[in-house]
T-cell receptor, first 110, second 116 residues
């Protein structure tokens, strides 16, 4: 069993929809949680960072962490075609290496 | 551009050849990381440096792989006697010790390796 599980999709939504992306994890040592966006053939780009349970909002993006359930989510409001990408959850404990999910491929259609 | 840069962006080689990749981190960052990403998967940690010291290596880093960061600035990743299973995107990231938020890692564009 992988330490981080993420549905690979693909997920296809119409423009303007609310998108929900999720990851579950098994390692209780994970303390810091991130969402990266990766366009095709590019490096991951940091979108959101959080380290406590609860919600964190940044523009159209909201990151949610539930440490008791070992579950994190990313919500995208008013989705745009430019949001079409692969979304990677990543997490780490007290060390330095990041552990990633497999990524969810999102397509926002006109 | 002050982001992480990697060179080359693409490399095609024949099985058995050696290849070397270079990463230039964000200038004030003292931590540098290498990850490998295969198709349909998330990046997997390979190794990281703090300044010139290599502090952690994944078991994924077989003895055919070697990484260096000789002066605590740029880093190189060498793969000897390449195998077809080495075909992947090799990503470099950097962070600042004590940086906020919590030493966020910033990634470069990656080097895509294809071993024929």
């Amino acid at each position: 069993q992988k330490e981080v599980e993420q549905d690979p999709g693909p997920l296809s939504v119409p423009e303007g929809a609310i998108v929900s992306l999720n990851c579950t994890y098994s390692n209780s040592a994970f303390q810091y949680f991130m969402w990266y966006r990766q366009y095709s053939r590019k490096g991951p780009e940091l979108l959101m960072y959080t380290y406590s349970s609860g919600n964190k909002e940044d523009g159209r993006f909201t990151a949610q962490v539930d440490k008791s359930s070992k579950y994190i989510s990313l919500f995208i409001r008013d989705s745009q075609p430019s949001d079409s990408a692969t979304y990677l959850c990543a997490m780490r404990g007290g060390g330095n290496k990041l552990t990633f999910g497999t990524g969810t491929q999102l397509k926002v259609e006109l | 551009d002050t982001g992480v840069s990697q060179d080359p962006r693409h490399k095609i080689t024949k099985r058995g050849q050696n290849v070397t990749f270079r990463c230039d981190p964000i200038s004030e960052h003292n931590r540098l990381y290498w990850y490998r990403q295969t198709l349909g998967q998330g990046p997997e940690f390979l190794t990281y440096f703090q300044n010139e010291a290599q502090l952690e290596k994944s078991r994924l880093l077989s003895d055919r792989f070697s990484a260096e960061r000789p002066k605590g600035s740029f880093s190189t990743l060498e793969i000897q006697r390449t195998e077809q299973g080495d075909s992947a995107m090799y990503l470099c990231a950097s962070s600042s010790l004590g940086g906020l938020p919590q030493e966020t890692q910033y990634f470069g564009p990656g080097t895509r390796l294809l071993v024929l």
